[in-house]
């Protein structure tokens, strides 16, 4: 008697409660996408530099130490003259005579050079913001940076799931139009032994011998495309976890035995508009470009203060004695009387930027919500088709049931045979591809909803 396969048929019909929910198999994988896809290392290390950036800006806010040290060796250049012998020969000459001694001697005239050879200076250098509108401002835009590339990491992280999910599901479906190819061939050999005996006991001629072997290298070739397509799936899956891409994947039977939880398309719009990633970090751009208008406007408005100082050494050789210390000290103040309208271009700049930013967060709300929309549409379209192909199914197998019969007491003939086992296995890939189109339906409905 040839089987009718009742485990795969209850597999089908249970099909539509896989993947809804939580799988450990599945959820391990994604954590390992996390930890590993290359793209996603990019948006941490992304964040990372945004997260120095920040560090950076509070930097400034402190006070700067610098020590510096020079020693400055000269030769030619601009030269001086400086007649000190002229000016002064005469009056020593004058000097002597009047004292009648030797105590003022002849001087030579002098020429001197710009650049200061064997010359040294070493000091330290302190220099402290007391007010700048542009620290402050900078610190809170890096600050809008780092939350907008969390959310974009988040986002992708989001993005990564349906992706790992998707490629998950095509393994998984790739396998079980396997079995149901296996299973057509264990049918058709059992076919191919029965109508062998047909033929030595002289009731059919050797063709319908033949026909079965036909129908058998069909279903091999289905079983080689199949297997090819396993080879492909699995290395996708493998990529993007960032696996060797011939590592086995481990199937989680427990996703065939989940119910599917109910959606309504409303909630999961408010879901969508209030959890979506892409929104935060718009949110945070917009941020971003309004501080960098009240940056703008402050600098219009405000002057920078500072004080500073300097201490250290400088002459002719390192003594580093009292002739060559010294001490200053700086109290600044800067404000930009006239720069040809560039601030007052800067902030309408700004001000453009907020409004874009503000268009596209709109824009992107409604996209959102269209493509939850949709996401739910096929969601239904796809569980209404899988009704009716289960439903499809069913008249296959019985009609298979009875030609099955009818073929083994010789009331019908081997085409008829054929096509309805032809039929079933028609039916069966379609149940299991409108199975398949419900979870990755469902998966396309969560990601949308920023489930």
């Known amino acids: 008697m040839i089987r009718l396969w009742p485990a795969l048929a209850i597999l089908c019909i249970s099909s539509l409660t896989a993947f809804a929910q939580s799988s450990p198999t599945l959820d391990e994988y994604i954590r390992q996408g996390f930890s590993k896809n290359l793209a996603l290392q990019q948006q941490n290390l992304d964040l990372q530099k945004s997260m120095e950036a920040v560090r950076q800006a509070r930097s400034l806010f402190y006070p700067t130490v610098q020590f510096n040290a020079a020693y400055t060796v000269a030769a030619g250049g601009r030269k001086i003259d400086f007649p000190i012998g002229d000016l002064l020969n005469r009056v020593y000459g004058t000097l002597n005579d009047i004292t009648q001694s030797n105590q003022f001697s002849t001087l030579e005239n002098q020429q001197i050079q710009f650049l200061p050879n064997n010359f040294q200076e070493t000091y330290l250098k302190v220099a402290y913001p007391l007010f700048n509108s542009d620290l402050r401002y900078n610190r809170q835009i890096q600050q809008q940076v780092v939350l907008g590339k969390t959310a974009q990491k988040a986002a992708y992280e989001h993005e990564l799931r349906y992706r790992i999910t998707e490629a998950y599901l095509q393994y998984l479906q790739s396998l079980e139009a396997e079995k149901i190819w296996l299973n057509a061939k264990d049918v058709l050999t059992e076919l191919r032994r029965f109508n062998e005996s047909l033929v030595k006991n002289n009731v059919a001629t050797r063709d319908v011998v033949a026909t079965a072997d036909y129908e058998l290298s069909k279903a091999d070739r289905e079983i080689f495309q199949l297997r090819s397509q396993q080879n492909t799936a699995r290395a996708y899956f493998n990529f993007l976890i960032n696996r060797d891409l011939q590592s086995d994947v481990t199937i989680d039977t427990s996703l065939l035995h989940q ?37 703008n406007e402050a600098n219009r408005i405000l002057p920078d203060a500072y004080i500073g100082g300097q201490v250290g050494f400088q002459g002719f050789g390192y003594k580093f004695n009292g002739d060559q210390a010294y001490a200053l000290a700086q109290v600044g103040l800067t404000y930009d009387i006239f720069n040809g309208g560039q601030t007052r271009s800067k902030i309408q700049q700004a001000r453009i930027e907020s409004e874009k930013v503000r268009a596209q967060y709109t824009d992107v709300q409604q996209q959102i919500a269209l493509q939850t929309t949709q996401a739910w549409n096929n969601f239904e379209a796809a569980r209404n088709a899988w009704i009716t192909t289960r439903q499809g199914q069913g008249a296959a197998e019985e009609t298979f049931r009875i030609v099955n ?17 032809n039929r079933v296995t028609t039916a069966r890939l379609q149940v299991l591809l409108a199975w398949t189109d419900v979870l990755l339906r469902e998966a396309e409905l969560r990601k949308s909803a920023g489930l």
Do not use: V
């Not at 949110?283 to 501080?291: D, F, N, P, V």
């Not at 019969?405 to 309805?420: D, S, V």
């Open 259 to 295: 119910p599917l939880p109910a959606y309504d398309r409303d909630q999961l719009i408010t879901d969508a508009l209030r959890d979506r990633q892409e929104l935060s970090a718009l949110r945070a751009g917009q941020s971003a470009a309004e501080l960098a208008l009240k940056l």
């Open 405 to 421: 019969n009818k073929y083994r007491a010789g009331q019908t003939l081997l085409i008829e045979f054929l096509e309805a086992q």
